[in-house]
């Protein structure tokens, strides 16, 4: 006789972590009983080996929790924010793009809007992340707003700031014809003071701070050459150069950043001139031999010195596209991007608009044909064109200066949570416990004293061997549950101990439904072996309808909830489906074994 009844162990390796997909076997195909039995036996030692002797343990090195045997393996449960305490990243939301744009009244509107955007922006994000334990919140420091995100058991902390804090910014921008005034440079020079005061609170970090901020005319970078090499406005003030210490950042200088000339069409030397203001920490100096007469063998010493530098330009050579209300075009009205090919063969990616962004992008190209207007992407030129007509059908197309898989990229970056404001990182700090491992064990407590009750309660109302049926179907459901939160590596919270603790009385549901049934089949006359087959398949139904609905809660409350919510539906959505999947055949074949030798 040949078994209908399949069972598949998928081992996948990945990151150098084993991980078994146990769930694929057809427990509703009628089969020989050894054949499931079989199945869930090996499931459930499987399940102890990973509960009892497999562990989890961060590795400092590669940032990684990395798989361990253990005769500890019980103890290796991640714990939430809530029960373990986590991480405090502090960001503040940069609106300097935004101020000159509106009036007060209308910029506190804005503002509310992109902090929305910013808060469901970090939430998709850290849900990428696997993690459902976390806090993000706004909160107002003076004239500053800040985006403060507590978040717990994250393997890999450096990898979840890189994704929290990531600004992949889309902007237009036309060329800036306006004459440069004594008010505009005051701007730019106010602009570069409290630039240099951000950074005397966070001077290692001073490039990183103003990395891809060219479309505002600001350059961070790091450089390297002897005096003769260097800017001419280091030239200018080579006094301060010589005599300021090590790693001190200095005080805002002004000047020419570089002199040069090119020639025109007939033949002029035309002299141009970037001006604006500076602020540089020099990190090292190094004496270096060099010749100082050229073809004599005489030589001196020079020296060699590494900067970090932010420059201002005293004045914007770009400015951000306006409808005609004067309403910004930027990524707040982007939707979605996808990489593509031009219709002259080049990689480029298409930019979509909502409504409202249709409407400003056709009016900024109505209103500026024969121009030239610039994509930024997370604050880098990504193209510049002239407009040649107006474009109204709602998109935008990046192009030129990259292949097909920096457009895939770039494509990816856009979808994966464009930001309207860039946010700068200015505190990490450690978080302690809200509640604590007391309220922990007090959970854990009360998950085994509703276990008890359930127990004796099922004894008393269906007899000891019903109830002895549903502990086995509780224990199996606990260790493959524990099992599957350490492969998934959950952090567990207290929302989601609550979860596991209301889905130990729906589970028990299943039992209730099919005791009913078999005691009314029995009563009709038939043979225990008989009721059991018929109380199974006619309580199915119910059972499946059940655990269906409770899923679909669950699915709602971690697609639209906030973090103690998503924690709450990610377990019903868990337990839900082992319920459906494992505790009914679990349940049956429970049966049969108990009512095998009684007499019908």
Same mark, same amino acid.
């Given at each position: 006789m040949q078994a209908k009844s399949q069972v598949s162990?998928?081992?996948?390796?990945?990151?150098?972590?084993?991980?078994?997909?146990?769930?694929?076997?057809?427990?509703?195909?009628?089969?020989?009983?050894?054949?499931?039995?079989?199945?869930?036996?090996?499931?459930?030692?499987? *399940?102890?080996?990973?509960?009892?002797?497999?562990?989890?343990?961060?590795?400092?090195?590669?940032?990684?929790r990395d798989w361990i045997l253990t005769a500890k393996g019980i103890?290796?449960?991640?714990?939430?924010?809530? /029960?373990?305490?986590?991480?405090?990243?502090?960001?503040? &939301?940069?609106?300097? #793009?935004?101020?000159?744009?509106?009036? *007060?009244?209308?910029?506190?509107?804005?503002? #509310?809007?992109?902090? @929305? &955007?910013?808060?469901? !922006?970090?939430?998709?994000? %850290?849900?990428?992340?696997? =993690?459902?334990?976390?806090?993000?919140?706004? @909160?107002? /420091?003076?004239?500053?707003?800040?985006? =403060?995100?507590?978040?717990?058991?994250?393997?890999?902390?450096?990898? $979840?700031?890189?994704? &929290?804090?990531?600004?992949?910014e889309l902007e237009f921008r036309l060329?800036?014809?306006?004459?440069?005034?004594?008010?505009?440079?005051? @701007?730019?020079?106010?602009?570069?003071?409290?630039?240099?005061?951000?950074?005397?609170? !966070?001077?290692t970090k001073m490039i990183e701070l103003y990395a891809n901020q060219g479309a505002e005319n600001i350059a961070a970078r790091t450089i390297t050459g002897t005096l003769d090499q260097l800017p001419e406005i280091y030239k200018d003030n080579s006094e301060l150069l010589n005599t300021i210490p090590l790693n001190q950042i200095s005080n805002v200088v002004e000047g020419a950043y570089l002199r040069e000339s090119y020639q025109n069409g007939s033949g002029e030397e035309v002299p141009i001139e970037i001006d604006g203001f500076l602020v540089f920490r020099v990190t090292a100096k190094n004496e270096i031999s060099a010749i100082t007469d050229t073809g004599s063998n005489s030589s001196g010493n020079q020296t060699l010195y590494t900067i970090d530098e932010i420059f201002i330009q005293d004045r914007l050579s770009r400015k951000i596209a306006q409808g005609n209300d004067g309403t910004p075009l930027n990524g707040a009205y982007f939707t979605i991007a996808r990489p593509e090919t031009t219709q002259f063969g080049q990689a480029g990616v298409s930019i979509g608009f909502n409504t409202k962004g249709g409407e400003l992008f056709c009016q900024v190209t109505q209103n500026n044909v024969g121009k030239s207007m610039a994509i930024f992407v997370g604050g880098a030129l990504a193209t510049q064109a002239n407009i040649r007509e107006k474009i109204c059908d709602g998109k935008a197309q990046i192009s030129g200066g990259f292949g097909k898989d920096e457009a895939i990229a770039m494509a990816k970056e856009l979808n994966a949570g464009?930001?309207?404001?860039?946010?700068?990182?200015?505190?990490?700090?450690?978080? *302690?416990?809200?509640?604590?491992?007391?309220?922990?064990?007090?959970?854990? +407590?009360?998950?085994? =004293?509703?276990?008890?009750?359930?127990?004796?309660?099922?004894?008393?109302?269906?007899?000891?061997?019903?109830? $002895?049926?549903?502990?086995?179907?509780?224990?199996?459901?606990? +260790?493959?549950?524990?099992?599957?939160?350490k492969l998934i590596d959950y952090a567990l919270s207290l *929302?989601?101990?609550?979860?596991?603790?209301?889905?130990?009385?729906?589970?028990?549901?299943? !039992?209730?439904? %099919?005791?009913?049934?078999?005691?009314?089949?029995?009563?009709?006359?038939?043979?225990?072996?008989?009721? %059991?087959?018929t109380a199974q398949k006619r309580s199915r139904s119910a059972i499946r309808d059940g655990q269906v609905s409770t899923l679909l809660i669950g699915v709602l409350l971690f697609a639209y909830g906030i973090s103690?919510?998503?924690?709450?539906?990610?377990?019903?959505i868990l337990t839900a489906i082992l319920t459906l999947v494992l505790n009914v055949p679990f349940i049956e074949e429970a049966l049969r074994t108990i009512y095998k030798n009684k007499k019908d």
């Open positions: 162990l998928v081992f996948l390796e990945k990151n150098h972590i084993l991980t078994p997909f146990y769930f694929t076997f057809y427990w509703h195909m009628k089969g020989f009983l050894t054949t499931k039995r079989l199945t869930l036996a090996i499931l459930f030692v499987i *399940s102890l080996f990973f509960v009892f002797f497999v562990g989890r343990t961060f590795n400092s090195e590669t940032f990684k103890t290796h449960f991640r714990k939430g924010l809530d /029960i373990s305490g986590g991480t405090k990243l502090t960001y503040k &939301i940069d609106y300097s #793009k935004y101020k000159d744009l509106y009036t *007060s009244n209308e910029f506190l509107q804005v503002k #509310k809007d992109i902090e @929305q &955007i910013i808060l469901k !922006n970090i939430d998709s994000r %850290i849900s990428g992340l696997g =993690v459902s334990d976390y806090v993000a919140k706004t @909160q107002t /420091i003076g004239d500053e707003t800040q985006v =403060v995100v507590e978040i717990g058991g994250v393997a890999d902390l450096d990898q $979840a700031k890189e994704i &929290i804090g990531k600004t992949v060329q800036n014809e306006d004459a440069v005034t004594e008010e505009t440079i005051a @701007q730019r020079k106010a602009l570069a003071e409290k630039i240099r005061t951000e950074v005397l609170a !966070n001077p464009n930001m309207p404001a860039p946010l700068i990182l200015l505190q990490e700090e450690k978080v *302690s416990p809200s509640l604590g491992d007391s309220a922990f064990q007090g959970a854990l +407590i009360a998950t085994g =004293v509703g276990t008890l009750a359930i127990i004796i309660y099922m004894f008393f109302i269906y007899g000891r061997r019903k109830a $002895a049926v549903t502990t086995a179907t509780m224990f199996f459901f606990f +260790i493959v549950l524990l099992a599957t939160l *929302s989601g101990i609550a979860a596991i603790i209301l889905s130990i009385g729906m589970a028990v549901d299943a !039992n209730i439904l %099919i005791f009913e049934r078999m005691n009314e089949e029995v009563k009709s006359g038939k043979s225990y072996s008989a009721a %059991i087959e103690i919510f998503k924690g709450f539906g990610s377990m019903i």
